[in-house]
C-alpha cells in the first residue's frame, strides 16, 4: 500500500535535513533555525511511525493524516533539494574569478531573491509539518507501542565559543550589547535585553560572542546560560539556574523553596544570565511567573539577555529597547559562503 513507504521517506527527509551541504547554505541565509525545527519535528514523527500501518488499515481518520503527511513530506523533501542544488551551484563558482562570482551573485542569481523565497516556502512546509504534528499529539494518531522510548530532548546549547569557527559581520553587533549591559551599572532593577531576528541569522552565536567577550566577563560576579527552546517551565528554568550558580535543588521542590533557594545562591551579586532560544509568548507566564523571581534578586546592574526569533516574544520580556539582528551585508554573506566551501574541498 502507498502508506508503507511513508516510514521510509520520512527517515530519509530527515537525513536529508541534516546534510552538511543543506545546513550550510540554510545558515547562510538566515534559515538554519527553520531547517533545524523541520528536522526535529520529522524525527518526532519518525520516532512514532513504527506501527501506524497497522492502526490506519482500520481507522479511516489515521489513514487519511498518513496521506496529508506524505504530501508534505514530498514537499519537504522538494525543498531541501533545493538548498541542495544552490550549495552545489555556488560551491562551483568558487573556483571562477571574482569579477564573475560577484557578478553572478548580484544579478540573476541574487542571494537575496534566493533567500526571500525559499523563506516562504520553507516557512510554509514547515508550518504544514507542524500542523500534523499537532493533530499527531493532541488525537494520539500514531501513538506507537514503543510508549516507553525517551521523548527527543529539545535543542540545546552551550556558551563556549568555538574558536575555531570564523563569524562574520557581527562585531558591530557585539560592540552594542556589551555597552548597554556595562551602561546598567547603577541600576537597580534587573534589566531585560532581547535580541530578536528570523532564525538562523545567529542569535545565538551573538549571544555567545557577548557571553565571552572579556570586559562582561570581568564586569558580572556571577554568568550563567540556559537554554529555554521550546519548553518554557517555570520550575525548570529555575533549577537549572539555581544548578549554574552552584546551588542544589531537589526534583520536589516547589516554587516557593526555589525561590528561597535561588536568592540564597544569588544575593546581591551583579549577575548575568542568557535565556537563549526562547519562544514563549504568553505574557502571563512571564509577567506573573517568571519575572518576579528572577528580577528580584541579584546586586545593580544585573542583567538578563533572552535570544528569540519573534517580535512579540522580544516585546513581552524587553524592560529595555531589544536588539534586532539583521541579515548580513552581500559581502559578509558571500563571505561566510566561501569560507564554508573552501573548508569543505
Known amino acids: 500500500m502507498a502508506e508503507s513507504l511513508l516510514l521510509p521517506l520520512v527517515r530519509g527527509v530527515a537525513g536529508e535535513a541534516i546534510g552538511t551541504l543543506v545546513q550550510t547554505v540554510t545558515r547562510m541565509c538566515g534559515l538554519d533555525d527553520d531547517r ?16 501506524v500501518e497497522e492502526r490506519s488499515q482500520t481507522n479511516g481518520y489515521i489513514k487519511s493524516w498518513m496521506v496529508k503527511l506524505k504530501a508534505a513530506a514530498y514537499k519537504a523533501d522538494d525543498v531541501l533539494d533545493d538548498f541542495e542544488y544552490e550549495g552545489l551551484r555556488r560551491k562551483a563558482q568558487i573556483g571562477e574569478s571574482t569579477s564573475r562570482k560577484v557578478l553572478g551573485y548580484v544579478t540573476c542569481r541574487s ?35 514503543t510508549r516507553e522510548e525517551p521523548q527527543l530532548p529539545w535543542r540545546q546549547t552551550l556558551s563556549k565559543l568555538d ?15 556589551v555597552k548597554l549591559l556595562l551602561e546598567q551599572q547603577h541600576q537597580q532593577k534587573v534589566h531585560v535585553l532581547p535580541i530578536f531576528g528570523m532564525g538562523g541569522l545567529g542569535k545565538t552565536t551573538l549571544a555567545k560572542m557577548v557571553y565571552n567577550d572579556q570586559k562582561v ?12 527552546s521550546d519548553n518554557f517551565d517555570v520550575s525548570a528554568i529555575l533549577k537549572s539556574i539555581i544548578k549554574l550558580a552552584n546551588g542544589t535543588c531537589d526534583q520536589a521542590d516547589s516554587i516557593q523553596i526555589l525561590q528561597k533557594k535561588l536568592d540564597e545562591v544569588i544575593g546581591r551579586k551583579r ?19 517568571l519575572k518576579p523571581l528572577l528580577c528580584c ?45 573552501l573548508a569543505m574541498v
Open 297 to 341: 534578586v541579584g546586586g545593580q546592574g544585573s542583567v538578563i539577555v533572552v535570544t528569540c526569533r519573534s517580535k512579540q516574544v522580544a516585546s513581552i520580556m524587553a524592560t529595555v529597547k531589544p536588539h534586532e539582528l539583521a541579515f548580513l551585508s552581500e559581502e559578509d554573506s558571500w563571505e561566510l559562503f566561501s569560507n564554508k566551501n
Open 111 to 145: 542571494p537575496l531573491l534566493f533567500r526571500f523565497a525559499m523563506s516562504r516556502k520553507l516557512k510554509a512546509v514547515l508550518n504544514k509539518i507542524k500542523e500534523l504534528v499537532k493533530e499527531m499529539n493532541r488525537f494520539g494518531l500514531v501513538d506507537s507501542v
Open 36 to 51: 533545524e525545527t523541520l528536522e526535529r519535528h520529522l524525527l518526532a514523527i519518525e520516532c512514532k511511525l513504527v506501527n
Open 271 to 289: 549577575f548575568f544570565l542568557i535565556l537563549d532560544d526562547v519562544w514563549n509568548d504568553e505574557k502571563r507566564m512571564w509577567e506573573d511567573e
Open 163 to 177: 574558536e575555531s569557527t570564523d563569524i562574520f559581520g557581527r562585531d558591530d553587533d557585539k560592540e552594542r550589547v
Open 217 to 228: 566577563q570581568q564586569h558580572f560576579q556571577l554568568k550563567m546560560w540556559h537554554c529555554v
